[in-house]
């Protein structure tokens, strides 16, 4: 069966890339009837978070990623764990890393070394004054077992690593990047557990994916660098190789890497602006892969389908916004009115303005919400695209112009079009009946339609840009727009 796993490190909020992997363990997976799993790998104590786990969880329930294998949250929102390859999250393992440990010390495939930091510092400062590749020199790989063990009892500080072998070559079968072959000689000595008895990435990943079970190791091009390590760990075991696919790196427009001193990053940071989970996965799924067709819009259900390594980029993925609010705009578009409205409510919620009005009428807010739903790309821009409903804004006189009128003109064409409205009926007043009987009058008297529509449009929003002045007049009512009519006819 084909199992793949997200395994991320709670030292910070969950980021795009790491939603982009854990969507192609998730795609792959599924298409394959197979198993995906959520591993918590936080044996780096130093930069844990404390709501990291809660934040990953959170992140990849809201993108619609359900978990079959590993940590999840049970029915009261607590952090539990599910499946019979645990623990999933890699400090309640360390029993399992020590076993496998003492079995590579005692095959002579790995080591005790007691080089203190000051003497590792002293060694990279002469290989980079020498001009040579930086990493550990060996010192203590020949140390005798027994003389080791008694400096440990002794209470003496040290480190494992393991003896990683220095000719010949490693290969890799990558399914995004082919064949890649490793020289031997320049691979140190990785260290395997630490000063703090908790094992490093390395090991701990090796020995996690084979037990439980892991086929396909799916991750970011970065840790192409410690593939010979993996590999040299797998054979130490005489365990059979998972499958390899390392993902381009996602980049800024300028082609730098991706990093939150230049934006946001974290999936969170993008839910709380209104950004749609269907819009994001979406997204992320084009971040280095391409379906090889014309479809841009892909649901869930068709990326299982779609989805195949082969047509994934081994170079960098370009993180375009303008194609992420396009998309999403897109989704807003799709969506019902009464979605959109229960999705857009909390952010109206959110702004220091809308205490004010106290609308309860559900219908009557999502009339206005409405007058967004084609034009807005995130949710989070709605309530002030459509503040002027509640609060006209202020603007100068000369914005009414139509484009080669006067003052006078547009005065004029104001007045006439005031005069027209206050003869429709109050029942008479929805957007249907306004639009055909204020385009009759156009016709009828040769009137340009920019010379009534825009001092129109812009005397009962008080914007350059804002839905058409139909929709707006429906929501405003008779008294409310002929109102803004007569303060536009005041400036």
């Known amino acids: 069966m084909i199992k793949t796993r997200f395994a991320p490190s709670p ?26 799993v959520l591993r918590i790998e936080d044996t780096d104590r130093n930069r844990l978070v404390q709501d990291g786990i809660e934040n990953i969880l959170k992140s990849l329930n809201w993108a ?39 079995q590579l010390i005692n095959q002579g495939d790995a080591y005790y070394c007691f080089c203190d930091k000051n003497r590792l510092e002293e060694l990279r400062k002469e290989q980079e004054l020498n001009k040579k590749p930086t990493g550990y020199d060996g010192h203590c790989r020949n140390l005798n077992i027994e003389e080791a063990k008694k400096r440990i009892a002794q209470g003496e500080k040290y480190v494992v690593r393991m003896k990683m072998p220095k000719t010949g070559e490693t290969i890799l ?41 892991i086929t396909h190791v799916i991750r970011g091009e970065e840790w192409l660098s410690s593939v010979p390590k993996h590999i040299t760990l797998y054979k130490m075991f005489n365990w059979e190789l998972p499958q390899f696919a390392h993902l381009p790196l996602l980049l800024n427009p300028d082609k730098s890497k991706l990093s939150k001193r230049q934006g946001d990053v974290a999936v969170e940071d993008y839910t709380k602006k209104g950004y749609l989970p269907e819009a ?37 993925a370009v993180f375009n916004l303008e194609k992420l609010d396009w ?25 220091d303005w809308w205490s004010k009005y106290e609308i309860k009428d ?20 709605i309530p ?34 005031s005069n027209f409205l206050q003869e429709i009926s109050n029942e008479e007043w929805e957007k249907e009946i306004l639009e055909k009987m204020v385009f009759v009058f156009i016709e009828k008297n040769n009137f340009g339609v920019g010379d009534i529509l825009w ?17 707006i007049m429906a929501i405003l009512k008779k008294e409310e727009t002929i109102k803004r009519i007569n303060l536009a006819l005041k400036k």
């Open 64 to 102: 619609g990623l359900e978990i079959d294998e590993g940590v999840v949250f049970d029915n009261q929102g607590k952090i539990n764990q599910k499946g019979d390859c645990g623990p999933y999250i890699q400090s309640e393992r360390l029993e399992i890393y020590h076993k496998y440990i003492d």
């Open 455 to 471: 001092p129109l449009r812009i005397a009962i929003s008080g914007q350059k840009n804002s839905p058409g002045p139909f929709e």
């Open 11 to 36: 030292t910070g909020y969950l980021h795009v890339g790491g939603l982009r992997t854990a969507l192609f363990d998730y795609l792959l997976a599924k298409q394959n009837n197979g198993s995906f």
């Open 173 to 213: 079968e990558d399914l995004v990047r082919g064949q890649i072959v490793f020289k031997n000689e320049i691979s140190d000595d990785q260290v395997i557990l630490k000063e703090d008895g908790f094992p490093t990435y390395h090991l701990a990943v090796v020995v996690d994916d084979h037990l439980m079970g």
């Open 362 to 381: 559900k219908e009557q807010i999502a009339q206005i919400i409405a007058l967004e739903k084609d034009r807005a790309k995130i949710l989070s821009t």
């Open 384 to 417: 002030e695209a459509v503040k002027f409903i509640f609060e006209l804004p202020d603007y100068e006189k000369e914005l009414l112009i139509w484009k080669k009128t006067d003052l006078d003109e547009t005065k004029n064409k104001l007045k006439i079009i």
């Open 327 to 351: 998309l999403n705009g897109q989704y807003i578009k799709k969506m019902s009115l009464n979605k959109l409205t229960e999705l857009t409510l909390p952010f109206f919620e959110k702004t």
């Open 280 to 316: 994001l996965i979406n997204f992320a799924a084009f971040l280095g892969w391409n379906p090889g067709t014309d479809q841009e819009i892909f649901s869930l259900e068709e990326l299982i389908k779609s989805f195949d390594f082969k047509k994934v980029n081994k170079s960098g």
